[in-house]
Structure formats: C-alpha cells, structure tokens
C-alpha cells in the first residue's frame, strides 16, 4: 500500500489505421481536439493528478509527438519577438507541463507488453498507465479517486464504466461484488472483449488503471493471449487473485462522467464539437450554425 503515484506511462505506439489515411504520416495522439492534440488531454490530466513524470511508450514515426513536448525555440523567439505573448504560453503550455520521458516498444505484442517496457522507468512503485484514446473530460476528474482507492485498499484499482451490453465485446470486462463504498467494486476476474453471452457484467474497463508494481514479475510470463497479444487484463486477473501483501487485489471505480474515444472517428468528431461549443471564444459561433445546419439535415433513417 505505500508508495506515492507519481509516474504515468501512456502507450503510444498504435498505427492508428483506422484514421487513415491521415495517419499516414502523422501520430493518431497527434490529431488535434478543436485547437490541441488529443494526447495533450490526457498528459494535462496525470499532471492535474498530482503526476510529475510521464513516460510515452511509442513506436515508429512518433517523432511528431516528441516535438510537441519539447521546446520550439525559433518559433518561441519569432513570437517572443512580436510580444504575442497569448500564443507562446500556448505553444510553451505543453513543453512545460511535466517531465517527459520517451521509450520505443519495438514490436508492437500488446498493452501489456508496452506496460512491461515500461519497468525501468517505474521501478518499485505504484503507477498510472493511461490510454491515449481515452479522452476523460476534465470536469470530470477520475485520477484523483483512484489514487484515493488505491491509498485506502492498496492493490490495483481500474476505471470501471457501465455500457450497454451489446458493446462489451469492444472492451475488456470484470466481474464484480459490491463494497461498503458505493463507487468502488470488488474485481473478481476479468476477460478481455468477451461475447455478449460470455461476458460477466456490463462493466468495461476505461482506459486508466492504477497498477501495482507486482504487474511486472507477471507481464514477465503472461503468454500472448486474445489477438496474440500480451493482454494487460490478462495479468490483472492473476494479480486479483493474489494476496495484499504481495501487491494483489485489484478494485474498480465506477466513472460515469464525460469521455470521448477518440480512437473512433464518430466519437473524436463528436468530442471536437461538443468541446467547442463550451468555449467563450468558439461556442455562440459554433451553436449557432449547428442549429442552422441541423435544421436543414433530413431526418435520420
């Protein structure tokens, strides 16, 4: 149970294909949410955590990420030099945010094994590993209760969301009993993209996870599993079984606030408008021709 959570490892090696061809050449993390890339979301949330380092695990042609995090010093000085001081803390926003580390996966075996890279950079402490594709809205902050679980049971603990069961099969899944607490879940077992008929609850696990350092000596011999991948949620089930005292246990909470998967393309859209409509400088705007527009559409079959 010790330990602060100070690091977060977000994998970011995924070809992103389903986004081509605009991935072609550059980074799915590097498609922008309005005016800013989506992995900048998700960096900006682990700092708003309490996180002070953050490892991306990337692969090939993630250059693009990297020069996103670091400093553009002639185009800092261009802007310095025309006092647009409103644009360079925007452009300096993101180098600033944490300490940022980078390491490559090599070949691409799965989550799991991008969490497994990710050992030496960890080492013996409790983390967060955070899926890029999971745009947690920031008003609705879940971080922060997990470490709060975390402090108070030790183990793991996961962000749980309810779906509708015909779409567990696009998730991994836990079965669960209920706590004394009402938002937190005892996780018995997990599978990872059950069928509909197979799956043990209607919880699909988010991408945000608290993990206890034990996952390591696991990942170490979990064998390739669903898609011949090293499956994360395969290890969380061994880690579930195990005692508290050798890192076991492993909770969710139950998150139902805002996100956006912005891995699909319906819902990247639909984060993109749905957070510029809130903004002062784009939402009157932006309100007002969508009414105009939708009112024009047919009606939907």
Request: with cysteine; aromatic share 6%; proline share 7%.
């Amino acid at each position: 149970m010790s330990g602060e959570v100070r690091k977060a490892v977000i994998p970011a090696a995924g070809l992103g294909t389903r986004f081509l061809p605009a991935t072609k050449a550059t980074p799915k993390e590097m498609l922008p949410v309005v005016d800013k890339p989506a992995i900048q979301y998700v960096v900006e949330e682990a700092v708003a955590a309490g996180l002070s380092d953050v490892l991306f695990v990337t692969g090939r042609s993630k250059r693009p990420l990297e020069d996103h995090f670091d400093h553009n010093t002639e185009l800092e000085q261009v802007l310095r030099e025309k006092g647009d001081q409103e644009r360079l803390d925007l452009v300096t926003a993101s180098s600033d945010l944490a300490r940022i580390h980078y390491v490559r996966q090599g070949n691409p075996l799965g989550l799991g094994h991008a969490v497994l890279v990710a050992e030496s950079f960890v080492g013996d402490e409790p983390f967060v590993v955070l899926l890029g594709d999971d745009l947690i809205d920031p008003r609705d902050p879940i971080l922060e209760r997990m470490i709060e679980v975390r402090e108070e049971f030790g183990g793991s603990v996961l962000c749980l969301m309810e779906v509708p069961r015909e779409n567990i099969s696009l998730y991994g899944c836990a079965a669960v009993t209920p706590t004394s607490t009402p938002d937190v879940l005892e996780v018995e077992s997990l599978v990872e993209k059950p069928s509909v008929e197979d799956a043990p609850s209607s919880f699909a696990i988010i991408g945000r996870y608290l993990l206890d350092p034990a996952v390591f000596e696991i990942l170490r011999v979990t064998k390739p599993g669903k898609g011949g991948e090293i499956q994360l949620t395969d290890a969380l089930q061994v880690l579930a079984q195990l005692p508290a005292d050798a890192g076991g246990g492993v909770r969710g909470v139950v998150f139902s606030g805002r996100r956006y998967d912005t891995g699909d393309r319906l819902s990247y859209l639909q984060a993109v408008i749905t957070l510029a409509c809130e903004r002062d400088d784009l939402g009157p705007d932006l309100r007002s021709w969508l009414v105009d527009f939708t009112a024009m559409l047919p009606p939907a079959n």
